[in-house]
């Protein structure tokens, strides 16, 4: 059975490889980011990222903190607009991401 953090790190494999697909979240999961806001389900998910994936060069976690169903991830990604620190909080459940609240500075991604 996977741990909480392998899930996460499936997710950020996926992001890397471009296989959303592969994304391990729940079909009800909610999200919030600076970009979008606050919103849910797995198509808006999925359709939210794969505005970024041509821009993505690498991505890897530096750190993490597990605690029950909660992953909380300081991952960094190499884009071509540099590189993108972001400080994310996961909840899994049933192997699963079912919550996910990222932290970053959307002014590179947005151009200002």
């Known amino acids: ?5 392998e899930i996460i790190e499936r997710h950020i ?3 890397k490889a471009g296989a959303l697909a592969d994304l391990p979240i729940a079909d009800d999961v909610k999200f919030e980011n600076p970009i979008t806001g606050a919103q849910s389900g ?3 998910f999925r359709a939210f990222l794969s505005g970024f994936l ?3 060069k690498d991505a890897q976690v530096l ?7 909660h992953v909380v991830a300081h991952w960094e990604v190499e884009s071509v607009f540099g590189v993108i620190q972001i400080l ?7 192997g699963l991401i079912v919550e996910s609240n990222a932290f970053f500075d959307p002014r590179p991604v947005l151009g200002g």
Do not use: K, Q, Y
């Open 42 to 44: 797995a198509e808006n």
């Open 54 to 56: 041509s821009a993505i």
């Open 13 to 15: 494999n996926a992001l």
């Open 1 to 5: 059975m996977n741990t909480n953090f």
């Open 63 to 69: 750190r993490s903190v597990c605690e029950d169903d």
């Open 88 to 94: 994310e909080l996961f909840r899994v459940r049933d």
